[in-house]
């Protein structure tokens, strides 16, 4: 039988630097969004281009949110697995 070793602190540090990298896109993503808007709102004010330009702000918009929740089924992904690690474990030893 081989033994299996599971690094508890590789996956918390895995849940940490993507859960950083998550609030970083959110942010930038944010930044973005601002830009655009007032792109749309005082550069652009009329016509197709303006109206193009608003459909897509409003479509970026539900970009919001997305890298969060994926975020926090990685983390929640990765607490159940050391979860279950811990009881085979302390079935096993």
């Not at 007032?38 to 459909?55: K, M």
């Not at 897509?56 to 929640?76: C, F, M, N, P, Q």
């Amino acid at each position: 039988m081989h033994d299996v070793i599971v690094v508890d602190e590789d996956f918390s540090e895995s849940a940490s630097r993507t859960q950083a990298a998550a609030e970083q896109i959110e942010s930038i993503l944010d930044r973005y969004l601002d830009i655009m808007k007032t792109a749309s709102s005082a550069g652009a004010v009329s016509g197709e281009a303006a109206e193009a330009l608003r459909s897509y702000v409003a479509e970026a918009e539900g970009l919001r949110g997305i890298v969060s929740k994926t975020d926090a089924s990685h983390s929640a992904a990765i607490r159940s697995f050391l979860s279950r690690i811990d009881e085979a474990d302390s079935f096993l030893y």
